[in-house]
C-alpha cells in the first residue's frame, strides 16, 4: 500500500524548530516529506531544512492553529506549546501527534506524578503545590521541580536548606523525596496509532551534578539482562496507559535497592537517543517519522558501542559562540561532531553533541574523556 505522505504531497508541520527538529527534517529532506516550521526564533536551527519556515509563539492559541491549516500531520519537538490548539486541529481532523490529551498530562509535572500514582507506576514520593509553600510544611532534604516550562535541568533543584528554598521562585511546583539513585537510565519507545510498540535498549545517563543536565549517554548501559528487561517492560507499560503516538523517552531511576522508578517523560526524540543516529539500525528521528506517518517500525537494534557527549556553552561566556579544540577532537577515530548552528552561546546551554562509536565501551570512556578535556564553547 502506497504511503499518502511520499505519494499525494501531504505536509508534516513541526511545533519547534530547535536542534531535535533540525536533526527529525534531516530524514524528512532524505525522503523528500514536505514540511513546515513553526519557532518562535527567526534563527531556528531547523529553519534551513523546512519547506516553508514561520516565526511565532508556539502558546499562542490562534497562532498554533492558524499554522495547522497548512498541515495535515501535525507533530512536536518541545513540549511547551499551545495544547487547546492542538486539540481544535484535532477535531478539524488533523492528525496531531502526540494527542493533546497526552500532551496536557506530560506538560504539568504535577500531572504528571498523579497520572504515575493513579496508574499504580513507581515513582519518587511527591506533593504539588499551586504555589511555593513555606518551608516548614516541606522537609528538605527534597528535589523541586516547577511544574511547566523547565527544560534541560533548568526548573529542577536539589534543596537542602532554608536558604536554597527561599531563592526558588514562586510558581506551581512539586517536591519530591530524595532518591538514593544508583543508575539513571533511558528508554525510548516508539508506539504506533494501533498501539503496537517497539523500544530502543536502555541507555544509561551520566549527568553533571551542578548544572542537573545529561553529560554522557552511554550503550550499552551497567544493568543486567533482567533489569534491562524490567526497565522496557515498564516503559511500554506506561506508554500504553497515557495512549501516546510517536517517540515517548522514559527517563528511570534505578535506586540501591534495586527498585526501579520513573522519573520524568518526554514525548518526542530525546537528547538520550541522539547515539542512534550513528549506532543503531534506525535513528529515533527516523523512527518517530515512521510512526506518525504510517510506517513500519525500524529494527531498534545497535549495532556498535557509543558514548554521546553533549556540547554545551562553558562557564563565564556569554554572546557569538566560537569552538575550540574542533581538529583535535576529529582526528579521533570513530568520532561524529553535530553542531546544532545556534549562533549564541551561554552557560549550559545545548550547542551541538558528539558520538563516540566502536566495540570496547570502555576505551570509549577514556576517548570521551579526552573530548571534554579537548573542546571548549567560548565566545568571540
Known sequence: MDNSAFSNGQTLGVLGGGQLGKMMLTKCRQWDLHTIVLDPSETAPARLLANNFYVGDLMDYQTVVDFGQNADIITIEIENVNVEALQTLQEQGKKVFPKPETLAIIQDKAKQKQFYKTHKLPT???????????????????????SRFGYDGFGVKKIENQQHWEALPDVPCITESCVAIDKEIAIIVARNPKGDCVSYPPVEMEFNSNANQVEFVCYPSTLTPQQANACKTLAEQLTNAIDHVGLLAVELFLDSDGNILINEVAPRPHNSGHLSIEAAVTSQFEQHLRTIIGLPFGNCDFLQHAIMINVVGDPGHHGPVQYKGIDEILAISQTQLHLYGKAETRPMRKMGHITL?????DELRQKAAQVKTKLKVHTI
Open 357 to 361: 562509536t566502536g566495540t570496547n565501551i
Open 124 to 146: 519518587a514520593d511527591f506533593q504539588s503545590f499551586d504555589i511555593k509553600p513555606d518551608w516548614d510544611s516541606v522537609k528538605a532534604p527534597l528535589i523541586w521541580k516547577a
